[in-house]
């Protein structure tokens, strides 16, 4: 397999994904009208870009290192640190906002809550959580699950069935992930919400990052510093196309134009990732402030509501402002330690 430079713009890719969710989910939330921006920044979705991203590396990763053992420790220290310290953070804000008490920690609902998010299940809000904010101390979480399982199926791709292509096996399924989303996508079950929620949907996301990523030593020449050509067909495919399909839903959708757009976008975020490949260290200096950013900007949002604090552009600044911060924090101080535990 072609080795995948280390000198690229990912950081710098993740930083601008989280700030389009921050701005889409402070806009809906704290009912702040940004016009023909919101418009704009749903063309170009955070988590899908965030999905590619990860199914292009986790992948270089693995192939480059198949230690399992190893694989799985290094997922574990990327995600559950700074996520244990956001949960304490979490119990702080319900408790200045006497969302909980003393007497909540007799309830088994909220130990199963504690539970879920020390694992992968961050996605299970007990009711007795429901009267803050939004309705979910930490909504966006729900990615963190999807994010996993798709750490544990991606080396059953990979190392189960060798015999096959490894090409022709991303093509299958992409097509079953595709086929789920068509098939369920009409449908409000608790066993299609709870669906919703797991990697199925969105595997495709991480399959097409995979497949460019296998295939990078062959087609590299099409993106390495053409982010402007793929960004030109992108847009016209949007302008034509992008009425058809709800884009930014997060996950089913329903016409197969919508799954294609996923593939476009995908091949605009490698190439941006590979032109101008140092734009990121010049920003950035090697910080990753993205997973941070993701990871508190809902606290932020749940606090502002729960101070009545809307509807002003003010407040997306303070948003803003208060999770890049949080961001900056979470990885000087927590998660760069645990990364070099790494090596």
């Known amino acids: 397999m072609e080795k995948i430079s280390r000198i690229n713009n990912f950081d710098l890719l993740r930083l601008l994904a989280s700030l389009q969710v921050v701005i889409i989910h402070t806009s809906e939330h704290l009912k ?41 420790r290094n997922r574990v220290l990327r995600i559950f640190p700074a996520l244990v310290v956001c949960l304490i953070i979490t119990m702080i804000l319900l408790s200045i906002f006497k969302v909980i008490n003393t007497s909540t920690l007799l309830n088994k609902e909220f130990w199963l809550y504690l539970l879920g998010q020390l694992t992968i299940f961050q996605y299970y809000t007990p009711d007795i959580l429901r009267s803050w904010g939004v309705g979910t101390p930490n909504g966006s979480l729900w990615t963190i699950p999807v994010e996993f399982e798709f750490y544990l199926v991606l080396p059953l791709i990979v190392l189960v069935l060798t015999k096959i292509p490894l090409n022709l096996k991303l093509l299958l399924l992409a097509i079953i992930s595709i086929a789920v989303n068509l098939y369920f996508g009409i449908s409000e079950t608790i ?25 990078w030593g062959n087609i590299r020449k099409y993106f390495e510093g053409k982010a402007l050509v793929w960004l030109v067909i992108y847009l016209l495919y949007c302008m034509f196309f992008g009425e058809l399909f709800n884009f930014f839903k997060p996950g089913y959708h329903t016409n197969i134009i919508g799954f294609f757009s996923h593939f476009l976008l995908s091949c605009l975020t490698i190439s941006l990732a590979y032109s101008s490949t140092t734009l990121s260290d010049k920003l950035l200096k090697h910080n990753d402030i993205s997973y941070g950013i993701y990871i508190y900007h809902m606290l932020v949002i749940n606090s502002l509501l729960s101070l009545n604090l809307q509807k002003s552009l003010w407040h997306l600044f303070l948003v803003i402002f ?21 090596k």
């Open 322 to 342: 208060v999770t890049c911060i949080l961001g900056w924090l979470s990885w000087h101080y927590i998660e760069k330690n645990f990364l070099r535990l790494k």
């Open 191 to 215: 066993y299609i919400k709870l669906l919703n929620v797991s990697v199925i949907p969105y595997l495709y996301c991480f399959l097409f990052g995979v497949f460019l990523c296998h295939n």
């Open 32 to 72: 702040i009208n940004l016009f023909f921006l919101k418009d704009i920044l749903k063309y170009f979705p955070g988590v899908s870009i965030f999905f590619t991203i990860s199914g292009f590396l986790i992948y270089n990763s693995l192939k480059r290192n198949n230690d399992l053992k190893k694989y799985f």
